[in-house]
């Protein structure tokens, strides 16, 4: 008779090791879910420790880079929440402007409007200054710190643009209009430090001269318009945008 070869050993406890790889899955997942419920550093770095664990001390599957990746993702989230926070900031300022407009009967002098670069209040020159002069008059000086005080409620940065049409100009005072759009800015730059205490550091001033029109020099009408001084209560945006171009100027000039 032939001798039955012995039955090999059978492997009972094999369900264990698939059971322990099951649950190590599990807990991962749960840890997984746990970290995407809010995105921040300290759930990462928990996330990356506890995965560690799991898989028995080796790397994290969870790299640093990737984690920091899907933080700055949530950055353009914020920086939208918080341009609309600042947008409405700026349109209940131009109401309150509007309404002291209003109230005054300034309309006709003096208009506001909200663009890229923020909140415009644009003065015409004949409200505040005689024709070829720099020095504010006397019986308006009133209302230009009352508009200084209502613009001075937020903390934004707020820059003073002189303007003028581009009939050339050659008086005892200024030889150019450049000379005559800068000392207007800065001339109201300077009444609303004193006046509206407003902080220096908040304030720049700039003559545009007649390079910024808004309206066709070839009629008085666009003329008028264009003769003005605005006063820009700048976003927060627009304002790092102008940062980083004269940062970059200063660099292209110093490789030069």
């Keep these: ?112 409007q909200i663009d890229e670069r923020g909140l415009v209040v ?6 505040f200054f005689d024709s070829g002069r720099a020095e504010i008059k006397t019986e308006p000086q009133k209302k230009l710190i009352e508009i200084g005080k209502i613009v001075n409620q937020l903390d934004n940065y707020i820059r003073v643009e002189g303007h003028t049409d581009n009939v050339p100009i050659s008086n005892g005072q200024f030889s150019s209009n450049w000379q005559l759009s800068s000392a207007r800015a800065a001339n109201v730059t300077q009444f609303l430090i004193t006046n509206s205490g407003i902080q220096p550091q908040k304030l720049s001033a700039v003559g545009y001269g007649e390079y910024r029109p808004i309206l066709d020099n070839s009629t008085e009408e666009g003329r008028a318009k264009n003769r003005r001084v605005d006063i820009i209560i700048v976003n927060s945006k627009f304002n790092k945008i ?10 292209t000039k110093e490789k030069k």
Aim: net charge neutral; hydrophobic share 35%; proline share 2%.
């Design 1 to 112: 008779m032939k001798k039955k070869k012995p039955e090999g050993h059978m492997n009972h406890e094999r369900w264990l090791l698939s059971y322990s790889d099951f649950m190590t899955l599990l807990m991962i997942l749960f840890v997984v879910l746990f970290a995407m419920s809010s995105v921040d550093q300290t759930k990462y770095k928990q996330l990356s420790e506890s995965m560690k664990i799991a898989m028995g001390g080796g790397k994290s599957i969870v790299a640093n880079q990737d984690a920091v990746s899907i933080t700055e993702n949530s950055k353009p989230l914020n920086t939208e929440i918080q341009a609309e926070n600042e947008q409405s900031k700026l349109e209940k300022l131009q109401s309150q402007v509007d309404k002291y407009l209003e109230q005054n009967g300034m309309k006709g002098s003096v208009s506001t």
């Design 122 to 127: 644009s003065i015409n020159d004949t409200l």
């Design 242 to 251: 102008e940062n980083n171009k004269i940062g970059e100027n200063l660099v």
